[in-house]
């Protein structure tokens, strides 16, 4: 076990996916609360006092008496734990090495052991890295106020206090990491695993989470039952940002018994992967799924006629735009990826929303009326609905979506060696290159269009099922030109991100990788700087009105939004410039990879 424990480590050491999903959490702390905090802080006006509160009051929570809590309440975000777990254990799988670690002597037992030892130590030091940049930023922030930094706010916690908030951190962790050794193995796939990972955050932590709190009842009790639930009493019980340890917070279920449900759910997992991998024929896992079920021949068939050959090298795109295109429609986890926003868009800002209207002041947290709710979910919303969620889905948005597309399609070909059977088929590399970015805007275009078919039809179904119940608001007529003109705006985004990950997936030779960049992207940078950015002005202000994000905010909020009350407040800019700006980041991200598939060395 030591021996296998020992060779996992050094696995992680040098891999870069792995150190990228370490940090995700540490610089998720470091950047969302103390950076951006720090400069909110700083940037106070007289003017503003009365919407963000004083300065000392927004310094409280930046101090070192709170930097535990605002450490352990990032621990909220747990995808990154679940991702890395799935990477690593999927990850032997896709590659075929998990018959050599088994070749080499010790158990299947003591090699699960030695892995699982060193994924949990990989969260560990994610948890604990945490914690200490908190600790050091609000050392710092105190030593640079100076006196405006007085009294029990400027003083570190007890070290009892800092060592149960480290422990509810890292059984969080590992946790999670171990339901990511759990998808990883069951999916045999670093990709898979991403995917299914992806899936039970988006799905079974956030969708709960919203169901519990619209309806409360039943779907409380479901949730609590999850680990989701246990997380959130964790990461609360030592008091909420700001507010110190007395503040009132949400804790779905006791600190005890979440403690215990964590550990129960961490040792089910890690059962269920171990009894997988003791059971599985490993002899079948040389090479990846993907590989193995899409195999292609290397030259023409047996007896096909010369000429025919030179008319596939002629419409080489062609022949693998057909290609692509098989290996799609038969690749579990692209489908997972397609479907993500029409499932995602139907959940969160339908059914979601449905039984809230439903259920409006009877949940576990009442926030609107029936007459409040109802005109979100008609016909006459579904348009800017479905271009909202592309544009700032709290769970998973579109545009990560439309990138996972992207860099799946580009990372698994070069990830999996499949890109030298495919370049050796007789299609010049430009050619082949071409027609697997063609593929790659199909699957995007299906995206977008059952997101489309999803919400048209089940904002009618509820339009004609609910008549009479509530006096029905009128909606904006659907007019074709708005149907068209909202479909035009949702391809344009989804084939400006959807390169971003083919471009990404190329240049790392890599899904997983490129996987790990965009979560980084999205959790540390992206919503941050979306918020941050109406307060930037000159130089600062117009390098942030050409990254797509400013460009994807303007686009997908042109009809408004779909729920007034929720509307986003990120930068914008002229929707000419938006269109332009995304239309050359689609240009550019689909070029890239034809040159660098062009010169790279294959061997």
């Known amino acids: 076990m030591l021996a296998s424990l020992r060779a996992e480590l050094l696995v992680l050491r040098k891999s870069r996916v792995a150190w990228a999903l370490v940090l995700t959490v540490p610089l998720l702390t470091l950047v969302t609360t103390y950076l951006f905090g720090f400069v909110d802080y700083l940037g106070l006006t007289p003017a503003m006092y009365a919407q963000f509160g004083t300065p000392a009051q927004n310094l409280q929570g930046l101090l070192p008496s709170q930097f535990n809590i605002q450490a352990v309440n990032e621990l909220f975000f747990t995808a990154p734990f679940i991702v890395l777990g799935a990477v690593i254990a999927g990850g032997d799988w896709g590659r075929g090495t998990i018959k050599t670690s088994l070749l080499q002597g010790p158990s299947r037992a003591r090699t699960f052991a030695g892995q699982t030892l060193a994924i949990m130590v990989a969260c560990a030091i994610s948890v604990v890295l945490s914690f200490a940049l908190a600790a050091l930023a609000s050392f710092l922030i105190r030593w640079y106020v100076g006196r405006a930094a007085v009294g029990a706010a400027a003083a570190f916690p007890?070290?009892?206090?800092?060592?149960?908030?480290?422990?509810?951190?890292?059984?969080?962790?590992?946790?999670?990491?171990?339901?990511?050794?759990?998808?990883?193995?069951?999916?045999?796939?670093?990709?898979?695993?991403?995917?299914?990972?992806?899936?039970?955050?988006?799905l079974v932590d956030a969708f709960l989470y919203d169901l519990s709190i619209s309806a409360g009842g039943t779907f409380q009790h479901v949730y609590n039952a999850f680990p989701a639930a246990s997380v959130i009493t964790l990461t609360s019980m030592f008091g909420s940002p700001g507010g110190g340890a007395s503040s009132a917070t949400y804790q779905p279920v006791r600190p005890l018994l979440a403690t215990l449900i964590l550990a129960g759910y961490t040792l089910v997992f890690l059962g269920l992967a171990f009894l997988r991998l003791r059971r599985r024929d490993v002899a079948a896992a040389s090479g990846t799924w993907f590989a193995r079920r899409h195999h292609l021949e290397i030259g023409p068939p047996a007896g096909q006629p010369a000429a025919e050959v030179d008319d596939g090298r002629r419409a080489g795109v062609l022949a693998s735009l057909r290609a692509e295109l098989l290996v799609m429609s038969k690749w579990p986890t692209m489908w997972a990826f397609v479907l993500a926003l029409p499932v995602?868009?139907?959940?969160?800002?339908?059914?979601?929303?449905?039984?809230?209207?439903?259920?409006?002041?009877?949940?576990?947290?009442?926030?609107?009326?029936?007459?409040?709710?109802?005109?979100?979910?008609?016909?006459?919303?579904?348009?800017?609905?479905?271009?909202?969620?592309?544009?700032?889905?709290?769970?998973?948005?579109?545009t990560a979506a439309f990138?996972?597309?992207?860099?799946?399609?580009?990372?698994?070909?070069?990830?999996?060696?499949?890109?030298?059977?495919?370049?050796?088929?007789e299609p010049t590399r430009a050619r082949t290159s071409v027609g697997q970015a063609l593929a790659v805007t199909v699957a995007l275009v299906v995206s977008v269009a059952l997101t489309f078919a999803v919400s048209g039809l089940f904002s009618l179904a509820i339009a004609v099922t609910q008549t009479g119940s509530v006096s029905l608001v009128p909606s904006p007529p659907v007019t074709v030109g708005r149907l068209v003109a909202g479909f035009g705006i949702a391809i344009v985004v989804s084939l400006a991100w959807g390169a971003a990950g083919w471009a990404a997936g190329t240049l790392l030779k890599s899904a997983a990788g490129a996987f790990a960049a965009i979560l980084l992207w999205t959790t540390v940078v992206q919503l941050q700087l979306d918020q941050f950015a109406t307060e930037l002005s000159g130089p600062l202000r117009a390098i942030y009105d050409v990254l797509p994000d400013a460009s994807t905010n303007t686009v997908t909020n042109l009809f408004g939004a779909a729920n007034p009350q929720y509307a986003p407040t990120f930068a914008e800019v002229a929707p000419l410039l938006a269109f332009a700006v995304l239309a050359l980041y689609a240009l550019a991200c689909f070029v890239l990879p034809v040159v660098v598939t062009r010169r790279r060395d294959l061997l």
Do not use: E, M
């Open 344 to 398: 995602f868009t139907l959940l969160n800002s339908y059914v979601d929303q449905y039984v809230l209207y439903l259920n409006a002041g009877a949940g576990a947290i009442s926030l609107a009326t029936p007459s409040q709710v109802l005109p979100t979910i008609l016909p006459g919303q579904f348009v800017p609905a479905v271009l909202n969620s592309i544009g700032d889905d709290p769970t998973l948005a579109g």
């Open 158 to 202: 007890a070290a009892g206090v800092v060592g149960h908030t480290v422990a509810a951190g890292l059984l969080i962790g590992i946790a999670y990491g171990a339901l990511g050794i759990a998808l990883g193995t069951l999916c045999r796939s670093a990709a898979g695993g991403v995917a299914a990972a992806l899936l039970w955050y988006a």
């Open 403 to 425: 990138f996972l597309i992207g860099a799946l399609a580009a990372g698994g070909n070069w990830a999996g060696g499949t890109i030298k059977t495919s370049l050796l088929q």
